[in-house]
């Protein structure tokens, strides 16, 4: 497994948020980025949409929480073989995680190669 600190583990997800497009950006409204070890469940997931999608919601009100996309770092590092792997897939799931909040099911994401 890769040797990355937490610490420069959200350096790397924030570059990689840096690194997208303004337009991909642009809707999103009350979304968080976390950053957790690994899924409660146990699972081999990179990253977790939860919330809400565009398509399934109107507006948000007062006090709604926020949608959360959350990034697993220690599957992200024993998935990755180097750190140029891990930049790469952290992009990857960003990307994919942030087409979900759009509203984009998983077919369709792997169909545009996103996942």
């Known amino acids: 497994m890769l040797d990355v600190s937490p610490e420069a583990f959200e350096a790397l997800v924030s570059d990689g948020l840096d690194s997208l497009h303004e337009d991909m950006l642009s809707e999103l409204d ?5 950053i957790e070890d690994h899924p409660e469940d146990g699972s081999d997931l990179l ?3 939860e ?3 565009l398509a399934e919601r109107e507006r948000y ?4 929480e926020p949608d959360r996309i959350i990034l697993f770092r ?3 590092l024993e998935h990755c073989a ?3 792997e891990l930049v790469r897939e952290i992009r990857v799931t960003l990307v994919h995680e942030i087409a979900h909040f759009y509203g984009i099911d998983e077919e369709r994401i792997h ?3 996103w996942g």
């Open 111 to 113: 169909e545009l190669g």
């Open 74 to 76: 220690e599957n992200l």
């Open 82 to 84: 180097d750190h140029d």
């Open 30 to 34: 009350n979304v968080i980025f976390l």
């Open 51 to 53: 919330g809400f999608s």
């Open 47 to 49: 990253g977790v949409y």
């Open 61 to 64: 009100g007062y006090g709604e």
